[in-house]
């Protein structure tokens, strides 16, 4: 790849740019907020221009719900020979676009598993996407050209490409990345109504389960709506769960309660630990030869 356009210089376009700039790709960058543009160019992560011919690739890095709107503009103004996107969304984008008329052959979906609580361009790093998994998700129609150059483009920025299907992704992320960030948020909620004798008390793993609550609540409110009914499925499981432990703890909160049901209450309550504990075990950890299962679901 010898030249790439990023459509949006917040966080991942940025990143994404400096990321290419390093391995020497002519980047360009556009944005409709020039602040935001020129604080990505002050980072070194491009120039803020149209490219005088159209580029290898465009990288469209703007939230869902502007992706099929964005893919029919820079289409239609030639940017660049192919395109992909970023959004955390798969489904939604590309049924919009193929609406709108865009030139779906050019056109792959893509989306880099990696990113940070804080946003815009002067957040962005150079090495964000490395080793990180990066989603490709090519239609049906898609020129083998396209896919190359997006699969391309994720290894110049130092990810591992992985292939799947619109929906496929759309399921995987509701349960590994939007439902956490929403029931993070929940819970981050829930320190509105303490006192500030009791968050005193605060210590790391509470900041390790609501840190990512600090992200931009607009665009995940765009994130979970584009993504809406695997999201709600993910939660419905998850609030059965929580009504058999809100019961549970009621019963080991009632002294009166017969010893039958408090036993019951307690295998019920240690039961749903043991499959946190089981859960989180299925993780994948990062090794220096790449992802492998923790030692907990390996039989370590």
């Given amino acids: 790849m010898r030249s790439a356009a990023v459509v949006g210089t917040g966080l991942i376009g940025t990143s994404i740019a400096l990321a290419l700039r390093g391995r020497g790709v002519a980047t360009y960058l556009i944005d409709r907020d020039p602040e935001a543009a020129r604080n990505a160019a002050g980072l070194g992560a491009g120039l803020v221009a149209v490219p005088p011919a159209p580029a290898d690739l465009a990288i469209l890095a703007v939230p869902p719900q502007h992706v099929a709107s964005a893919l029919r503009e820079h289409q239609l103004r030639d940017l660049a020979h192919d395109f992909t996107d970023v959004a955390s969304v798969k489904v939604r984008p590309q049924e919009e676009a193929a ?12 989306h880099p598993m990696a990113g940070r609580e804080r946003s815009g361009p002067l957040a962005a790093q150079s090495d964000l996407f490395q080793g990180k998994p990066w989603v490709i998700t090519p239609g049906a129609g898609a020129r083998r050209q396209a896919v190359d150059r997006v699969t391309e483009l994720a290894e110049l920025c130092g990810a591992r490409p992985v292939v799947m299907s619109h929906a496929q992704h759309d399921r995987a992320v509701a349960l590994i990345s939007h439902t956490p960030h929403m029931v993070a948020s929940l819970v981050a909620a829930r320190l509105l109504h303490g006192d500030e004798s009791q968050l005193q008390l605060a210590g790391q793993g509470l900041r390790d389960a609501t840190r990512i609550a600090a992200g931009d609540a607009e ?16 939660l419905e499981e998850i609030a059965l769960d929580l009504r058999e432990v809100v019961d549970a703890l009621r019963d080991l909160g009632a002294g009166a309660a017969a010893p039958e049901r408090q036993r019951t209450s307690r295998a019920h309550l240690t039961t749903a630990l043991a499959r946190g504990v089981q859960g989180h075990g299925r993780i994948p950890v990062r090794t220096p030869g790449g992802m492998r299962l923790s030692g907990v679901a390996a039989g370590k």
Avoid: M, Q
């Fill in 99 to 110: 609406e709108l008329g865009c030139d779906l052959s050019r056109y792959v979906g893509g």
């Fill in 219 to 234: 665009l995940w409110t765009d994130i979970l709506g584009s993504n809406a009914t695997a999201v709600a499925d993910v």
